[in-house]
């Protein structure tokens, strides 16, 4: 158990719609990181919170944004889904004093139809 | 553009012998690399990381060496037990930006 929660962990949707991921990284962390897997892919950065900032943004879409909250908790908001959107959405927490090192959520799954 | 990059999709080992999984890179903005383990429906777990300015780091059956002259890094796992049957992602981070940079992933299977 890394400390980081996703929910939920399993969603089903249809094209066009829209959908929220939420994140509670590990107690005491301030970053939140965003990764997306596609099939076979590697994990693709979206995004980076620090203590409520965005901090980093990697290839995120105009359709998808994030927001982390004063409870440093994070929410990543997916709109007009498409098919290729479907995937496994990854949120990471860093500690304060690092060497790079993130400590992974269990993901969550993301079916668009 | 790949600055992370795993050549092999997939590695095959014997029970007992070495594993060697290999990633370069092309940023030489990278500080710290790292490895991380990841199985079927888990989220990726730490494994073993390495700073710049060090060419090795072990960690009981798990040994990264870094080449920074030829931007690449291996990770070995010695002797590969049935268990390290995972995929393997090498990451970068970035000084500058802060970011974590994953390759693509080598999925080992380790056999009896």
């Known amino acids: 158990d890394s400390g980081v929660t996703q929910t939920p962990k399993h969603l089903i949707t249809a094209t066009g719609q829209r959908v929220t991921l939420r994140c509670s990284p590990r107690s005491g962390d301030l970053s939140v990181y965003w990764y997306q897997q596609s099939l076979d892919q590697g994990l693709q950065f979206l995004i980076q919170?620090?203590?409520?900032?965005?901090?980093a943004k990697g290839n995120i879409l105009e359709r998808f944004s994030a927001q982390q909250f004063p409870d440093l908790h994070s929410e990543l908001n997916l709109s007009s889904l498409e098919l290729g959107d479907s995937a496994l959405y990854f949120c990471a927490s860093r500690a304060r004093v690092t060497t790079g090192e993130l400590f992974f959520g269990e993901g969550s799954r993301l079916t668009v139809l | 553009d790949q600055q992370v990059k795993q050549n092999s999709p997939s590695l095959s080992v014997q029970e007992g012998r070495i594993s060697i999984l290999n990633c370069d890179y092309t940023n030489s903005m990278f500080d710290y690399f790292l490895w991380y383990k990841k199985y079927p429906a888990e989220g990726p777990t730490f494994l073993i990381s390495?700073?710049?300015?060090?060419d090795k780091n072990e960690d009981g059956r798990f040994t990264v060496f870094l080449n920074k002259s030829a931007k690449h890094l291996s990770l070995h796992i010695v002797p590969s037990q049935p268990g390290d049957s995972a995929v393997y992602f090498c990451?970068?981070?970035?000084?500058?930006?802060?970011?974590?940079?994953f390759g693509t992933g080598t999925r080992l299977q380790v056999f009896p």
């Open positions: 990451a970068a981070r970035d000084y500058n930006t802060d970011k974590l940079i």
């Open positions: 919170y620090y203590n409520g900032e965005e901090r």
């Open positions: 390495i700073s710049s300015i060090k």
